[in-house]
């Protein structure tokens, strides 16, 4: 069994840095990636293989992997931000999703 | 355009079946792992199976195991899960979600889900 932990919320005011961390065994050496989703809407991929945008989401969403954590980081952090957040990897080939965060845009 | 159209869920008695479809389309299906994913009601997101482009490579979440069996048919551009003896904590809104490469990728497109209530 393998388990990833999140906080369950963070706050952040408009136009400041969110970060949102993910914690798990080792999890530096394997791939992370963060999704959001929004009340009544499945989730969106923000960030793959650690650190990296697919195609259509904002540069202000970043992420890092090392050590046994994994950070989501939202820059200029925008009300249309405010979502729960899931940290992912895998681990033997089962997949693992932390508990989620709820980003709150206040 | 990618799409992912989930179907078969529903009320179903506990220790009965149901077998849920994704309905793929918009991509080169059979070059692709497919997952299933599955969110109870006011929850976190939890992985409950994984297939590989070709079959060869499938896994369970220890809570499913046993239980369910995950299957694709590359012709019909569809993927499975068939849902044995189901219980009441299976209740969930299901997603099929495609990799964006190997199995064990980033879900990179997702489904609407489809709602299994286990319910007597």
């Known amino acids: 069994s393998y388990e990833l932990t999140q906080p369950p919320s963070v706050s952040v005011s408009p136009g400041q840095t969110a970060s949102i961390t993910c914690s798990g065994d080792k999890l530096g050496d394997k791939y992370a990636c963060w999704y959001q989703q929004k009340p009544g809407q499945s989730p969106v991929l923000v960030i793959y293989q650690d650190s990296k945008r697919p195609s259509g989401i904002p540069e202000r969403f970043s992420g890092s992997n090392s050590g046994n954590t994994a950070t989501l980081t939202i820059s200029g952090t925008q009300a249309m931000d405010e979502a729960d957040y899931y940290c992912q990897a895998w681990d033997s080939s089962i997949g693992w999703f932390g508990g989620g965060t709820k980003l709150t845009v206040l | 355009e990618v799409q992912l159209v989930e179907s078969g869920g529903g009320l179903v008695q506990p220790g009965r079946s149901l077998r849920l479809s994704c309905a793929a389309s918009?991509?080169?299906?059979?070059?692709?792992?497919m997952h299933w994913v599955r969110q109870a009601p006011g929850k976190g997101l939890e992985w409950v199976s994984g297939i590989s482009w070709n079959s060869g490579s499938i896994g369970y979440a220890d809570s499913v195991k046993g239980r369910f069996t995950i299957s694709r048919d590359n012709a019909k551009n569809s993927l499975y899960l068939q849902m044995n003896s189901l219980r009441a904590e299976d209740t969930a809104l299901y997603y099929c979600?495609?990799?964006?490469?190997?199995?064990?990728?980033?879900?990179?497109?997702w489904g609407q889900g489809t709602l299994v209530t286990v319910s007597s």
């Open positions: 918009g991509f080169t299906f059979d070059d692709y792992a």
């Open positions: 979600a495609k990799v964006d490469g190997d199995y064990a990728g980033g879900f990179d497109y």
